[in-house]
């Protein structure tokens, strides 16, 4: 069946603009994950969404970042006024539930020149 | 300190090798344990998934947890050059913690 997406696969954006990245979960799959992985270095947890629950958005690192899940299906995560430290491969990972095992996507690769 | 440390590598073994990856960590609460295999450019995907203390096998691989020690290792028996990725291993507390850890990451290739 078809696995996580996440679009764009790859994205250039000047310093100071916003930009949006956009993950589809696997159907049925309640809980997702925001990740960002710079080079070199391991995940980085940024926000987890699970059904109808509040968010836990404590792994966002400044209010420049949100994101949003309609119901349980995609999720858009926005970068405001970007920056050149923000640029890495955020990774968006759905699983069935809690404690399940996560299924990641490829990764969007996010350039700030 | 990290909540996880994992030796970056990068590491280079013959094909056939045994490959011994590992990870150390500090928060006793993990309960949850797993490793992923990350190809270049590729989303990470689960190996293996355990659960407490203990050995688990599938195929090639062993996962081994030792929480009295907070360490965990992944075995990988006859190494294969298809191998060659990079492995992370992420933790989790379960309970109320929906926040999984990942290590930095090893980098191995296996040389045929």
């Known amino acids: 069946g078809a696995g996580v997406s996440q679009s764009p696969s790859n994205k250039v954006t000047e310093k100071g603009k916003d930009v949006e990245l956009r993950c589809d979960p696997i159907s049925g799959h309640t809980a997702l994950y925001w990740y960002r992985q710079r080079l070199g270095q391991g995940l980085e947890f940024l926000i987890y969404f699970q059904g109808n629950s509040a968010p836990d958005k404590s792994g966002l690192p400044s209010d420049r970042f949100s994101a949003e899940r309609t119901g349980e299906s995609v999720s858009t995560l926005t970068i405001q006024r970007t920056q050149q430290e923000d640029s890495a491969v955020y990774l968006c990972a759905s699983s069935l539930a809690v404690y399940n095992e996560q299924f990641f996507g490829p990764g969007t690769r996010l350039t700030v020149l | 300190q990290k909540e996880v440390e994992q030796d970056p590598g990068p590491l280079s073994v013959p094909e056939g090798a045994i490959v011994s990856l590992n990870c150390t960590y500090s928060n006793s609460a993990f309960q949850y344990f797993m490793w992923y295999r990350q190809y270049s450019r590729k989303g990470p995907e689960l190996l293996m998934y355990t659960y407490s203390s203990g050995n688990k096998e599938d195929g090639r691989f062993t996962a081994q947890v030792d929480k009295s020690s907070k360490y965990i290792s992944l075995f990988i028996r006859d190494s294969q050059p298809s191998d060659s990725a990079t492995y992370l291993c992420?933790?989790?507390?379960?309970?109320?913690?929906?926040?999984?850890?990942f290590g930095t990451g090893t980098s191995l290739t296996v040389i045929p």
């Open positions: 992420a933790m989790s507390r379960g309970n109320t913690g929906n926040q999984f850890y």
